[in-house]
């Protein structure tokens, strides 16, 4: 099979580096892609300065309708898309069943919105010397918009870039993860399919240190970038003007106080701490447990876990598959065994083969261990007791994340306290932090990030408010 070629201002190209992807779960080869020289990364920035202003004059009715297209296309090639998550990406068939599924209504939420891009009017006749003036703002597309794409969802994640990009007007270049880069380049293939012009769309794969000449160059107008922090921090510092916006990392805190649903809250805390591997920025990795309830929640959570089906994710009824590569599964392991050190305690996995990470269940850590100070992405939570509420909302306020966190209690009072008092950008009551729908505001505070994902949020971080005053004073009679 030939190499997926590059895609430069809507022309495919082969190149000489190739990249070779494989399927986690075995090894195996999967598919072979062509790699962006710096060069390419040139013609692409060059081709979408071009493409911007194509993109920028067209009608909000003409952004939608490719949208809405490309949609259609996401759904038409449901099975080929699902195929490819779990075969680049060790994703189990269902998970992977879902993301396209997200994809398409990623897609179709942003087609909406492009049709509410509203201004407003403003009086500016407030005082005695601004008499017939009034201001009306309206929302402008940026110019070229880099979006950089993780291997954890690499198909949603790329359209929460590209789709409310061109909602905005602008032009796009994807550069996806180098584990996982296929289901990129076969996206921009159905957007030149849904009819964005061509100049407006690059799919650029290439390694992450000479990616980051798309952020020096100052011709890109947005950067959105979703990845680990220390890599989301250094492409803001070196972007200069650029305007940055970043999903970074976390450690998911949930709170289970003694009112909780416990078997409801078990059930999630399974799906929320294991599913894709836990390689989710917000998969639940550190529980909480008010101490009047934690024996009995600590054995439902047990028996959830161990309810998990773990091995190939071409399986459909498979729920825990591999990790995305060897590397991280170790590093992932080392935080683990740091713990037990330390006198932390491994109740359920624990072990470690290849690439496969069995779901852990830990005990007996404090928030200095790297198990919970740190994000583990991998199929790891701790189990926690504490004896108020003041004291759960402490802990999961310590650290220098900042995602989402859930809190499972029957009591109002105690949810808008947590509301209030988290240093997060969301807070999820009777659910787990992991909860997200598309078309929801999502981002991060402290060191998880900047600005905001969901496509109407992400289309105002890619656009700009302009003001124009008319002065009737000034006009003739």
């Not at 680990?228 to 070196?238: F, P």
């Not at 080392?334 to 005990?363: H, S, W, Y």
Request: glycine letters at 10%; hydrophobic letters at 40%.
């Amino acid at each position: 099979m030939s190499p997926y070629p590059i895609l430069i201002g809507g022309e495919k190209k082969q190149t000489a580096e190739i990249a070779h992807v494989r399927f986690p779960y075995t090894g195996e080869l999967y598919a072979d892609v062509c790699q962006a020289s710096t060069n390419d990364l040139k013609a692409a920035v060059t081709a979408a300065c071009r493409g911007f202003e194509k993109t920028r004059s067209l009608s909000s009715h003409e952004r939608a309708e490719i949208l809405f297209r490309l949609a259609g296309e996401i759904k038409k090639r449901a099975g080929e898309l699902t195929e490819i998550l779990v075969m680049e990406g060790g994703k189990t068939r269902k998970f992977a069943a879902s993301e396209v599924s997200r994809a398409a209504v990623t897609v179709r939420t942003s087609a909406e919105e492009a049709k509410r891009l509203y201004g407003e009017i403003i009086p500016l006749d407030l005082t005695g010397d601004t008499k017939g003036r009034t201001g009306f703002l309206q929302r402008f597309p940026l110019g070229p918009v880099v979006g950089i794409v993780p291997f954890n969802f690499p198909l949603n994640l790329a359209c929460h870039k590209l789709a409310p990009a061109i909602a905005a007007g602008n032009s796009v270049i994807l550069k996806p993860s180098s584990a996982t880069p296929v289901s990129s380049l076969v996206l921009g293939d159905m957007v030149l399919a849904a009819g964005l012009p061509p100049e407006a769309i690059s799919i650029v794969p290439c390694a992450s240190a000479r990616a980051e000449q798309l952020a020096r160059d100052s011709r890109v107008a947005f950067l959105s970038f979703t990845g680990s922090c220390a890599v989301g921090w250094h492409l803001r510092e070196i972007a200069g003007r650029t305007k940055v916006g970043l999903e970074l990392g976390g450690n998911a805190a949930v709170i289970i106080h003694e009112d909780a649903n416990l078997d409801y809250a078990a059930q999630r805390i399974a799906t929320g701490g294991f599913i894709n591997a836990g390689q989710v920025c917000i998969s639940v990795q550190r529980v909480l447990v008010h101490r009047l309830v934690y024996e009995a929640m600590l054995e439902k959570i047990l028996a959830a876990v161990k309810g998990l089906r773990v091995g190939d994710p071409r399986d459909p009824a498979t729920d825990v598959g591999p990790m995305i590569d060897r590397l991280k599964a170790e590093e992932a392991f080392r935080k683990v065994q740091d713990g037990v050190k330390q006198g932390a305690r491994i109740l359920l996995g624990g072990t470690l083969e290849e690439n496969m990470f069995a779901p852990t269940v830990i005990v007996d850590t404090t928030p200095a261990m790297r198990v919970n100070r740190e994000e583990v992405f991998a199929p790891v939570i701790s189990v926690t007791p504490y004896d108020d509420f003041k004291e759960a909302l402490r802990i999961a306020n310590t650290g220098e994340f900042g995602l989402q966190v859930g809190i499972f209690t029957q009591n109002l009072n105690r949810a808008m306290r947590a509301f209030g008092e988290m240093d997060v950008g969301g807070v999820i009551v009777n659910d787990i932090p992991t909860f997200r729908t598309d078309q929801m505001p999502y981002g991060g505070a402290k060191g998880s990030g900047l600005g905001r994902e969901g496509p109407r949020f992400a289309i105002e971080e890619m656009s700009a408010l302009r003001l124009m005053v008319i002065n009737r004073e000034g006009g003739q009679e």
